[in-house]
């Protein structure tokens, strides 16, 4: 059921967590065209208005931008009350601009421009335990952290990965605040910050996905999932990095790319949000939950018919569980790095 609309081609970005009421921000999108064919560009705010019952959401501020952008996000900043929008370019920049500015319609709300990167920037994400902390990644595997109350000099994670690949996605850690993950064409990575040096390269030589997207696991520290973005091999994989010579499991039901997808804060399951064209349903089962099928099942109370009626599953649902009894036991210790 669709709740609000905008007929953008842009990148999107929702408002801190703290921040009432409620906004979206949309950022042109790099190598995208819409149907008028138009080539400006802009960073705009709306405001959600779920008071209000139609499909449209009222624009509330746009900046216009000489360039598009791959990637914006929206974080909280000290001293702010509507935090900072940070958009990665298509001409290698990082353009920072301040939201308190844009929502009082300040015509100086570009609070800074950071130009150490070559080539586009497409990867972004802010700190959630430091919210001044930015990790950014672009061409060449170029990977920088600033400090945005002093960008003069950002540092990296460590040596640059090799080959030289473009950055696709970078990831902080939602339990560890040092752990950053990334994503290039042939393998993911996760850093070190203290060490200042990659601890695990994630590669699957046996599906050989190109992973576009990596999202943390919200509570289990050692937990993510990869999301390809190749047609050929549209799937998406959850690791534990604890046994990570192969995923935990992996999601193939979708027909075409996915675009999007975000863990939940709450549960570890899977929120596609655009597809090419997805041709059936697939349902991604937490740990707790198969945990819970799994007890039942040595216990022995009920039958395997009796249980997969119980919990609406399939016959084979329940014996792709029971087949991972080791893995799903292991899952459930302690995940702390």
Known sequence: M?????????????????KFPIYIATGTAAQQLDATFSTSSSIELYSLNLDEATLDMPQVASVTSNFR???????????????????GSENGSIYIYSADKMLAKSADCLVAELTRHVGAVKALDLNPFQPNLLASGAGDSEIYIWDLLKTENPMTPGQKSQPPEELACVAWN???????????G????????????????????????????????????????????????????????????????????????SLSFVASAFR??????????????????????????????????????????????????????????????????????
């Open 186 to 257: 042939s393998r993911s990575v996760v850093w070190d910050l203290r060490k200042n040096e990659p601890i695990i390269k994630i590669s699957d030589s046996m599906s050989r996905i190109k992973a576009k997207l990596l999202a943390w696991h919200p509570e289990v520290a050692t937990q993510l999932c990869l999301s390809s973005e190749d047609d050929h091999t549209p799937v998406i994989q959850v690791w534990d990095l604890r046994y990570a010579t192969s995923p935990l499991k992996v999601l193939e039901s979708h027909r075409n790319l």
């Open 2 to 18: 669709r709740v609000k609309e905008i007929d953008r081609t842009a990148n999107v970005a929702w408002s801190p967590e703290n």
């Open 69 to 87: 952008f791959h990637k914006i996000v929206w974080g909280q900043m000290k001293d702010t009350e509507s935090g900072y929008l940070i958009g």
């Open 268 to 337: 570890f399951t899977l929120t596609i949000h655009s597809v090419k064209m997805s041709k059936r349903k697939h349902s991604a089962y937490t740990i707790d939950f198969k945990l819970q099928i799994l007890s039942e099942a040595e216990e022995k109370k009920l039958t395997k018919t009796e249980i997969c009626k119980k919990h609406s599953i399939p016959n084979s649902t329940l014996s792709t569980i029971l087949k991972d009894t080791e893995k799903l036991q292991k899952a459930r210790d302690d995940s702390k790095f």
């Open 174 to 184: 939602q339990q560890v605040q040092h752990i950053l993950g990334s994503t290039f």
